[in-house]
């Protein structure tokens, strides 16, 4: 039986010798930061958010900076981190949060949970991080250690495992020193307790683990089969007036919600009507490599075709916002990383 003092005994004296405390977001720490750093790490690892978080707290240091800047900048900053929607909510947030709140962010839980991209999990640990305040939460981590430990087989993607696991960590998370704890825990997960090869002997609760003790920590979190990823193909005209490149705004909704893309088409058919349409007169067409991008939910197979026009045309796709973007003197834009790796590639032929 697990006995909650010295679980959370054990979990904060490993993090005092092996816990993570001089990440970017930990240093001078503050409630804006550990927001920041709680967005950009949902379904997104560490090592892969320090290079953005930086970048972003350069231009944005604080609340304010942030809802004074456009969307367009913010999610320029935000080009390959994916999962656009959180850049798209942390701008709104900050914006209500200076309207609100008058450029303070609130400390109140439900305050907190009902801003833009912010869940339960989440609230808490903003608040239990920055203002060590006793909230327990329950991240991709979190939920790993707890369905090991306690070996709960159920599957973790319905409403019966998820109330489970959140009374499993409100009783395990101390009432002082939520926000080390806590920490300690996501810790933990990233680094001991992980997906795959978890290092099972270094881990501090161990003895208290149904899936070492049986040696299953593979069965767990059990997962609801997954679905065959689907597999889709769009084309991308890359419509090219020397060194300006044609662009248009994605709507606010979708994978690649306000980002600049190339006009994208279902058929090559579809995309070659569109050039008759608006009369483009072009003296290159040329299909290019196939650019294969992976999304957590399907594969899209993206069929590229660089046509070269003489005359810059004005009055492309009334329909879109859309802008001629230069590849010498770049825009601040938010761009889809295979948007931008076309875009480079269109720039090293000058």
């Given at each position: ?26 240093i001078n720490k503050n409630i804006y930061t550990v927001w920041l750093s709680e967005i950009m790490l949902q379904q997104t690892k560490v090592i892969t958010v320090i290079p953005y978080f930086k970048k972003f707290i350069l231009y944005f240091p604080n609340i304010t900076t942030l809802a004074n800047a456009s969307l367009n900048e913010v999610l320029y900053l935000w080009t390959g981190l994916g999962y656009y929607a959180r850049a798209r909510n942390l701008h709104k947030t900050a914006k209500i949060i200076t309207l609100k709140y008058k450029g303070k962010f609130p400390t109140i839980f439900e305050e907190v949970i009902n801003l833009p991209g912010i869940g339960r999990s989440t ?228």
């Amino acid at each position: 039986m697990i006995k909650i003092n010295q679980f959370s005994f054990l979990i904060n004296k490993w993090y005092k010798y092996y816990g993570r405390k001089n990440l970017p977001w930990q240093i001078n720490k503050n409630i804006y930061t550990v927001w920041l750093s709680e967005i950009m790490l949902q379904q997104t690892k560490v090592i892969t958010v320090i290079p953005y978080f930086k970048k972003f707290i350069l231009y944005f240091p604080n609340i304010t900076t942030l809802a004074n800047a456009s969307l367009n900048e913010v999610l320029y900053l935000w080009t390959g981190l994916g999962y656009y929607a959180r850049a798209r909510n942390l701008h709104k947030t900050a914006k209500i949060i200076t309207l609100k709140y008058k450029g303070k962010f609130p400390t109140i839980f439900e305050e907190v949970i009902n801003l833009p991209g912010i869940g339960r999990s989440t609230a808490g640990a903003i608040l239990s991080l920055s203002d060590n305040q006793y909230y327990p939460i329950l991240d991709g981590n979190v939920k790993r250690i707890l369905t090991r430990c306690y070996a709960i087989e159920d599957f973790i993607n319905t409403t019966k495992t998820e109330n489970k696991l959140w009374e499993i960590s409100k009783n395990l998370t101390p009432i002082y020193n939520s926000g080390k704890f806590n920490q300690a825990m996501m810790d933990l997960g990233s680094i001991v307790c992980t997906r795959i090869k978890p290092k099972c002997e270094m881990c501090p609760i161990n003895i208290f683990c149904i899936a070492y003790i049986n040696k299953t920590w593979e069965r767990y979190p059990k997962k609801n089969i997954k679905k065959k990823i689907l597999k889709k193909t769009i084309y991308f005209l890359l419509l090219q007036y020397n060194q300006y490149i044609w662009l248009e705004q994605q709507s606010k909704t979708g994978i690649w919600g306000g980002l600049f893309c190339f006009p994208k088409f279902n058929t090559q058919s579809d995309l070659e009507f569109w050039i008759k349409k608006y009369n483009i007169k072009y003296n290159l067409f040329k299909k290019l490599n196939i650019f294969h991008h992976k999304f957590s939910h399907f594969y899209l197979n993206i069929i590229p075709i660089q046509l070269k026009i003489n005359i810059k045309i004005n009055n492309i796709n009334e329909s879109q916002k859309g802008l001629w973007y230069n590849l010498i003197k770049p825009s601040l834009l938010g761009i889809p990383t295979p948007v931008n790796y076309f875009l480079q590639f269109l720039k090293k032929q000058f």
